[in-house]
């Protein structure tokens, strides 16, 4: 043990009751006397733990230290305390701090089974020494109080006050009084019930047959009650722990005696300790989700690849990154499908003060309009069938950090006002709460389409495309700047070698200048796809490059140079022919996307770009 100033061992050992003192900065009990060893069976010459005694009644052992740190002294029934070997002890605590010690508290704990035997046999005792009498006198002790102990009924800290069997006020102490602050004048002769006991604290009457201490005197039982309200003179509620006793005069029954504490403080420690708790599960729940999600973009090819060339259309791109990242300005990004858009939109976010925080990528096509509520904004259990637990949206998700908006022109209109709403507001709900949850986010987005015209045709909503469109970037395609494609066929291919597990085979003259000449009608998308089907094929030394189906890309280039009225046609002409082969279905494993290795929200985009139609791949 820790030799303190006060010499605990010998005081302690004198003590009658089981007594400890315990380092609250450091969970140590520094000293105990003999009668506390046995009980808690802890050896009294060495220090030990004291919160494994408390088990599950730690929290509830928190919120009686500061009960004690703010009446000097406290006393509780309500913790549960085990020995070391986990049995568990019905104890009542008293505890106090140690003056000149800080955070040491003297705990004595009473052991309510002993208690309760002292009890019987001093009952047992008085009757067979007074008789009946004593015992009849001994039932009246509340009713004696009342009458000639009004000293020592205003001295204690409990509000206490008694109702005769009709539920007038007989008395009233002074420490119920300034709990109240109804003064006896107000009350005594009064239906205490009726001006103390009237609501309960959710604004429902509390009739009087219901209130356990009108039972008491009704049904001659003692109720202990441990959170309700009593209401104040200024209308103001108090949570309340109390007990009810029977009292009797002459064995007639002659009302009810309540004993009462203000649990205000306590209470609202409780709450706030709740409110933690929840907020730690909150935030794990989201710290889970965010994990997901990266875990999602590592293994995604957008976190694999940098912005690669050297063309002044590339260099003027990485100036506007340059320029915009450091800012919080709103970006919105337009290119054709494949040009690059998310490559963009990660470099900014990497290169501004938000890079510690994630990315967030919510693509508004992939998801079905009856589910982008919940992706976009979150959910809470039950706010729709098969919503089985709470969930942060992807809003949330990019909380501190940069939201994208990928293809922001295929949001539905029913969710592009809430969408506007929320970054206005900086501010979300999730679907089925009523709770509003800040946010601080970079917003980013980008469109494979022209917005102007979806704004003419009344598929964007005019003022979220001005609120998205602060700083804009276009991504040009790829056969703008021709010149970047040996550097990025060279990348892509090592990175697919790296992927398949393959040597890098080399890149010949005649190859890069077929590969160069070709329109790239899918863009920088298309060029990985055939450099991975390359390196797939290339058994050799040398990359072996085909379009499509077999057909090599030297005999796509045999014919002469076409406009880009005759790309686009071609581009067409290619649509079709997919969507016959696969039967008019897009998306899936077997769809003409998959087939034509674009995503289906691409697809879908160059459907109502070239305006096709059922009947066009339909007819033979």
């Not at 009246?140 to 102990?149: H, K, M, P, S, T």
């Not at 040597?503 to 070709?518: C, F, G, N, S």
Request: glycine residues 8%; hydrophobic residues 40%; contains cysteine.
């Amino acid at each position: 043990m820790h030799d303190l100033s006060l010499s605990p061992d010998s005081l302690l050992a004198a003590l009658p009751e089981a007594t400890v003192i315990i380092d609250l900065a450091r969970d140590r009990i520094l000293a105990a006397n003999p009668r506390a060893a046995r009980l808690l069976e802890i050896a009294p010459d060495h220090e030990a733990a004291f919160s494994p005694l408390l088990g599950k009644s730690l929290p509830q052992f928190i919120v009686f230290v500061d009960e004690i740190a703010h009446r000097s002294e406290a006393w509780s029934r309500e913790l549960s305390l085990h020995t070391t070997t986990g049995t568990p002890i019905s104890a009542e605590l008293r505890g106090r701090m140690i003056d000149g010690a800080p955070a040491s508290l003297l705990l004595t704990i009473l052991d309510l089974t002993e208690l309760d035997r002292h009890a019987e046999i001093t009952e047992t005792s008085d009757l067979h020494r007074s008789g009946l009498l004593e015992w009849r006198h001994a039932q009246g002790f509340f009713a004696e109080l009342e009458r000639q102990n009004q000293l020592i009924l205003n001295a204690a800290g409990e509000g206490i006050y008694g109702v005769n069997a009709e539920g007038k006020t007989t008395f009233l102490n002074r420490a119920a009084q300034e709990m109240l602050g109804w003064t006896s004048d107000d009350l005594l002769g009064q239906d205490i019930h009726s001006v103390i006991h009237h609501h309960h604290l959710n604004g429902d009457l509390y009739h009087s047959h219901d209130c356990p201490i009108y039972q008491s005197f009704r049904f001659e039982q003692v109720n202990r009650i441990e959170d309700e309200v009593f209401w104040r003179k200024d209308g103001k509620p108090i949570r309340v722990e109390y007990v009810s006793t029977p009292i009797y005069d002459q064995k007639v029954l002659a009302g009810a005696v309540v004993i009462f504490r203000d649990i205000t403080e306590r209470k609202e420690n409780e709450r706030k300790l709740r409110e933690a708790m929840d907020q730690v599960a909150r935030l794990r729940d989201r710290l889970e989700q965010e994990n997901a999600y990266l875990q999602e973009a590592i293994t995604s090819e957008r976190a694999h690849h940098d912005i690669i060339g050297s063309s002044p259309a590339i260099r003027q791109l990485l100036t506007k990154i340059e320029l915009v990242a450091e800012t919080d300005a709103t970006v919105l990004i337009s290119g054709e499908a494949g040009t690059g858009k998310a490559l963009v939109a990660t470099a900014i976010h990497k290169d501004s003060p938000r890079r510690r925080r994630p990315l967030i990528h919510f693509k508004c096509g992939s998801v079905g309009a009856d589910a982008i509520e919940g992706e976009l904004f979150g959910q809470i259990r039950g706010a729709f069938p098969g919503a089985l637990r709470d969930k942060p949206g992807k809003l949330e998700l990019a909380h501190g950090g940069t939201l994208f908006l990928d293809d922001i022109g295929e949001l539905p209109l029913e969710h592009q006002g809430r969408l506007l709403s929320a970054l206005q507001d900086r501010r979300v709900t999730r679907v089925g709460d009523n709770r509003t949850r800040d946010l601080d986010i970079r917003v980013i987005a980008a469109a494979a389409t022209s917005l102007e015209k979806e704004v003419a045709a009344g598929r964007l909503r005019e003022d979220l495309f001005l609120y998205l469109n602060v700083f804009p970037i276009t991504c040009l395609p790829l056969r703008d700047h021709p010149e970047d494609i040996p550097e990025l066929a060279s990348h892509l291919l090592t990175l697919a070698c790296k992927r398949l597990g393959r040597p890098k085979p080399v890149i010949t003259e005649r190859v890069m200048t077929r590969l160069a000449a070709y329109g790239w009608p899918g863009n920088v998308r298309e060029l990985r796809n055939v450099i991975e089907r390359a390196a797939i094929v290339s058994k050799g030394g040398k990359l072996i490059v085909e379009l499509g189906e077999g057909h090599s890309l030297a005999a796509s280039d045999q014919s002469a140079i076409l406009t880009e009225a005759e790309m686009q046609q071609a581009v067409r002409r290619n649509i079709l022919a997919c969507l016959r082969e696969t039967g008019g279905k897009v998306a899936g494993p077997d769809g003409a996307a998959a087939v034509m290795g674009v995503q289906p929200t691409t697809l879908y985009s160059r459907l109502r770009k070239f305006n096709i139609a059922p009947e066009e791949w339909k007819a033979p």
